[in-house]
């Protein structure tokens, strides 16, 4: 993955997922899968919140312009970038804590999740990416009714595989 934006095949882009380091994508990627299998379509950014601070508030401040219907955003450590991007956008962030190599991705977590009021950040689980993913599919299914039947029929899937679980373990 480079640093230029990358959209899917599917379209114009709905949802920005942005990261602090390629570093970050393979936990990330499992976001980009979700929106795969929903279609919808998604471009990816490297913007370190540190490391490239200007680009970062550009990309903020001008993601609901180009489109963006929501932004997920990872990152590790120190992890300012979901809060920086929610506090230069009115557009839903997504936070993914990315777990490191030390403190199991719970400074992630905390960075991420402990905003403070009025700059919300919804935060998903340590290295949850894939529920990052579905969630920005729900974001946009909110105004989307073919997309929502699909959803409910994601769900009714679930619903089926843990139940075929259970039979299977009294057979
Ligand atoms: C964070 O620092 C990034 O989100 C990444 O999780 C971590 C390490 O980055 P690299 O040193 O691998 O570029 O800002």
Request: charged content about 20%; hydrophobic content about 50%.
């Amino acid at each position: 993955m480079s640093e230029a934006s990358q959209a899917s095949p599917a379209g114009r882009p709905l949802v920005g997922i942005a990261m602090g380091s390629d570093s970050d994508w393979p936990v990330m990627e499992a976001a980009a899968q979700a929106l795969d299998e929903f279609g919808v379509a998604y471009e990816v950014n490297v913007l370190s919140a540190h490391r490239m601070v200007h680009a970062m508030v550009e990309y903020g401040e001008q993601a609901a312009d180009r489109g963006l219907k929501a932004v997920i955003a990872g990152a590790g450590g120190a992890a300012h970038l979901p809060g920086m991007l929610a506090s230069v956008t009115p557009l839903p962030v997504i936070g993914v804590p990315v777990p490191l190599k030390y403190l199991d991705g719970m400074d992630s977590l905390l960075s991420i999740v402990q905003m403070p009021a009025g700059v919300p950040v919804a935060t998903v689980s340590i290295g949850g990416a894939r529920n990052a993913g579905l969630l920005a599919v729900r974001i946009v299914a909110a105004h989307d009714p073919e997309l929502l039947a699909r959803m409910k029929e994601f769900q009714a899937s679930l619903t089926e595989q843990a139940t075929e679980k259970g039979r299977r373990l009294r057979a």
